[in-house]
């Protein structure tokens, strides 16, 4: 059981970037899923996260208003959907999973491997 995040990658400040968490071994659709980011020196900061009932969104962070996060239950995707970047967002962003985005938010039962995105000014 596996999760990957992917998608990052260098932008300007100002644009965007769309980040996927896929998983080999278990389908998402059933999972609430988080996104979280650490920055260089920093601890790791909860973003948000998409419910697993009614794909609601609970923002843990400060980034309502620019960054968003859907499912594509189709492709086993969940995306974040990131807009209006600021340098202050680079980041390794990652993405969990658990029941629900309480419990996702505390620990999260899986974890994936970041990507890297960098926000140039």
């Known amino acids: 059981v596996q999760l990957q995040a992917s998608g990052g990658g260098l932008v300007q400040a100002g644009g965007s970037l769309r980040l996927s968490c896929t998983s080999s071994?278990?389908?998402?659709?059933?999972?609430?899923i988080g996104w979280f980011r650490r920055a260089p020196g920093k601890e790791r900061e909860g973003l948000l996260c998409?419910?697993?009932?009614?794909?609601?969104?609970w923002y843990e962070g400060s980034v309502k208003g620019r960054f968003t996060v859907s499912r594509d239950s189709a492709e086993n995707t969940v995306y974040l959907q990131m807009n209006s970047l600021k340098p202050e967002d680079t980041a390794v962003y990652y993405c969990?999973?658990?029941?629900?985005?309480?419990?996702?938010?505390?620990?999260?039962?899986?974890w994936g491997q970041g990507t890297q995105v960098t926000v140039s000014s």
């Open positions: 969990a999973a658990d029941s629900t985005c309480m419990e996702t938010f505390r620990s999260g039962r899986y």
């Open positions: 071994g278990f389908t998402l659709h059933y999972y609430a």
């Open positions: 998409l419910t697993s009932t009614d794909n609601s969104i």
